[in-house]
């Protein structure tokens, strides 16, 4: 049984920082490639970074330059490191396997940005 749990998500003024964490059970994490996304209300679900299972990255150009992906695959667990953080960063965050051809999604992790 698949399982991915994230953290980390919160309230934050704009221009600060927040680091999310998603842990992943029941795959075999160190071959897969996993990515971010996010859900803004009233909006679809969009990839917000992806790495690979060689470490290679690739970020949605409204991200880049201040959004980090990043793994480590003896705990299992993906991060995203998000700073300078803008109003428009405000959504529910989630983990996945990319691309998500399995739709195996967690509960998502709330960030909302403050002006």
């Known amino acids: 049984q698949v399982q991915l749990v994230e953290s980390g998500g919160g309230l934050v003024q704009a221009g600060g920082s927040l680091r999310l964490s998603c842990s992943a059970s029941?795959?075999?994490?160190?071959?897969?490639?996993m990515g971010w996304y996010r859900q803004a209300p009233g909006k679809q679900r969009e990839l917000v970074a992806r790495?690979?299972?060689?470490?290679?990255?690739n970020y949605a150009d409204s991200v880049k330059g201040r959004f980090t992906i990043s793994r480590d695959n003896a705990k299992k667990t993906v991060y995203l490191q998000m700073n300078s953080l803008k109003p428009e960063d405000t959504a529910v965050y989630y983990c996945s396997l990319w691309p998500p051809t399995y739709n195996y999604w967690g509960q998502g992790t709330q960030v909302t940005v403050q002006v």
């Open positions: 790495i690979t299972s060689g470490s290679s990255t």
């Open positions: 029941g795959i075999i994490f160190s071959i897969n490639a």
